[in-house]
């Protein structure tokens, strides 16, 4: 059973700084690998979506790698503004269906 | 807007009424798929309708949920006898044939 886990649970930055957000997971049979971000009360907003044959994706100030071997992906932040706090969470799709696997998601406040 | 539409938003009711909730995807997306996310976690598998087929269902979809998605369209599901228990957040996404999903608003249940 494929297993998700997001580090940190919360993280407070203050605005302009660079940030790294971690995704880590137990079954390396994956798919595909999708970044959301969910704003309070709202919706999933897809940000980046990376094939299993691919390491990394880019858009604009966010960067998302990704490593089968060591089951990690991180979600680079570059530059944060206050209009990127949200929870960001990470979304595994492999051999266990059609559908994601989420991970519980990383709060982010980005202070002005 | 071409995005995929919940309705309602939001929905209160009392402990053993019944409810129903529509999604509407994105046209011409063939796949079609539930989630439930409960406060300060990630969204869990509900099931998931390939045109009109159910394909997939979780273990969560105790036998007080069904699913329709008749000619392959808009799909609703329905909550018999609610219970405290099922207050959550109900989250429909819609994808073509790849992998990519793309989320709906949500539907907020809260039951008293």
């Known amino acids: 059973k494929q297993e998700v886990t997001q580090i940190p649970a919360a993280l407070s930055v203050p605005e302009g700084e660079n940030l790294v957000l971690n995704c880590s997971f137990t079954d390396s049979a994956i798919y595909n690998l999708q970044w959301f971000r969910q704003d309070p009360g709202k919706g999933l907003t897809s940000l980046l979506l990376i094939q299993s044959s691919q390491r990394e994706q880019t858009s604009g100030r966010l960067n998302a790698s990704l490593d089968k071997s060591s089951g990690r992906s991180t979600l680079y932040i570059a530059a944060s503004q206050p209009g990127d706090s949200a929870t960001y969470l990470c979304a595994l799709g492999g051999n266990y269906g059609q559908n994601f696997v989420f991970g519980p998601g990383t709060r982010l406040s980005v202070l002005p | 807007d071409t995005g995929v539409s919940q309705d309602p938003r939001h929905k209160i009711t009392k402990r053993g009424q019944n409810v129903t909730f529509r999604c509407d995807p994105i046209s011409e997306h063939n796949r079609l798929y539930w989630y439930r996310q409960t406060l300060g976690q990630g969204p869990e598998f509900l099931t998931y309708?390939?045109?009109?087929?159910?394909?997939?269902k979780s273990r969560l979809l105790s036998d007080r949920f069904s699913a329709e998605r008749p000619k392959g369209s808009f799909s609703t599901l329905e909550i018999q006898r609610t219970e405290q228990g099922d207050s959550a957040m109900y989250l429909c996404?819609?994808?073509?044939?790849?992998?990519?999903?793309?989320f709906g608003p949500g539907t907020r249940l809260t039951v008293t």
């Open positions: 996404a819609s994808s073509p044939l790849g992998p990519e999903q793309y």
């Open positions: 309708f390939q045109n009109e087929a159910q394909l997939e």
